[in-house]
């Protein structure tokens, strides 16, 4: 495993994802990552599964201080009070007495942004969580937050179909973790005849030579997701075998704008007034 130092924390660079992980699928897949070695862990409080996940952890023969553990406030409740209450009902759903990272999920303009980061403060100083962080920020709001608090990732979709290098760049320059979200474009990347080649040439798959991508880049984690047990495995197996130059380069070379998460209330991406 590969690890990010943020803040003076190691952080698991490669996580396991549960949007849209339900039910008893999302308890054995947390239960399963967890025995095969994933110690990073993403859920939220809008995915309805944190119960799930609380009963993986509780099943689990791994110690809590062993795995990082991300959790993230809705966009409808970035109110102080509700930022409270929202992280005590993640932490009794989850079984924990705290979360390593909790997160603003979506900028709003409806909240003030320094209101919501200072109740996360004060979950911080309680000891309920040991970061905050942010996700789906682009570069302006991004910008606003680091000069508020102490980010310690920007959550954002990120794949080899996706270019993101602003908000790489601004990450690295504050040294914030860079968490790639729907590493796989939500199974895109499997359908993409260039990774595929090249993962035949490494004796891989295209998930594989796609987490292999970002997690060969300094400062960025990935989360994967994965509703079976044979795709957590292979996801995990990335650390044996290296991109050559012309691997790169034609990755570099594919389509950079497929962003499979696009709601109706997210921000400009492109808002940049740094
Ligand atoms: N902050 C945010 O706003 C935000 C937004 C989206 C996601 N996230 C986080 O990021 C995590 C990952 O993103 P995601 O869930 O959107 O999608 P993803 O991880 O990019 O892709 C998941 C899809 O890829 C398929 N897949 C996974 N491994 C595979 C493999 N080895 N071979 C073939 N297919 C494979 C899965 O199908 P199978 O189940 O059949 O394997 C699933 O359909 C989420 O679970 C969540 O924790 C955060």
Redesign the pocket.
Same mark, same amino acid.
Not at 17 to 20: Q, R
Not at 223 to 228: K, L, V, Y
């Given at each position: 495993m590969i690890y990010r130092e943020i803040q003076n924390t190691p952080v698991p660079a490669l996580g396991f994802?549960?949007?849209?992980l339900r039910d008893d699928t999302c308890r054995r897949q947390v239960l399963q990552a967890l025995e095969v070695g994933y110690r990073h862990i993403?859920?939220?409080r809008i995915y309805d599964n944190e119960k799930q996940v609380g009963s993986a952890l509780a099943e689990t023969d791994v110690a809590r201080e062993e795995f990082f553990l991300t959790s993230?406030i809705w966009v409808e409740e970035l109110e102080p009070a509700n930022v409270h209450r929202s992280c005590e009902t993640s932490l009794r759903l989850l079984g924990t007495d705290y979360l390593d990272l909790y &997160?603003i999920?979506?900028p709003s303009d409806r909240y003030p942004l320094d209101a919501t980061l200072e109740a996360m403060s004060e979950l911080r100083e309680q000891g309920k969580i040991r970061h905050l962080g942010v996700?789906?920020f682009p570069p302006s709001y991004f910008e606003r937050a680091c000069g508020l608090a102490p980010v310690f990732t920007n959550?954002v979709?990120y794949?080899p179909l996706l270019g993101q290098d602003r908000l790489l760049e601004l990450a690295r320059a504050h040294n914030v973790l860079f968490t790639a979200?729907?590493? &796989?474009?939500?199974?895109a990347v499997?359908k993409e005849p260039v990774l595929n080649e090249i993962g035949a040439k490494h004796g891989k798959?295209a998930?594989q030579v796609a987490i292999h991508w970002l997690l060969q880049q300094d400062g960025v984690a990935a989360?994967?997701?994965?509703?079976?047990e044979e795709?957590l495995r292979?996801?995990f197996d990335v650390f044996d075998f290296e991109l050559d130059a012309d691997d790169n380069e034609q990755i570099a070379r594919l389509p950079k704008n497929v962003r499979?998460?696009n709601p109706a209330f997210a921000p400009d991406w492109e808002d940049d007034d740094t």
């Open positions: 994802g549960t949007f849209k993403d859920t939220a993230k &997160l999920h979506w996700s789906n959550q979709e794949h979200y729907s590493p &796989l474009a939500q199974g499997l798959n998930a989360i994967p997701r994965t509703g079976s795709n292979g996801n499979t998460i």
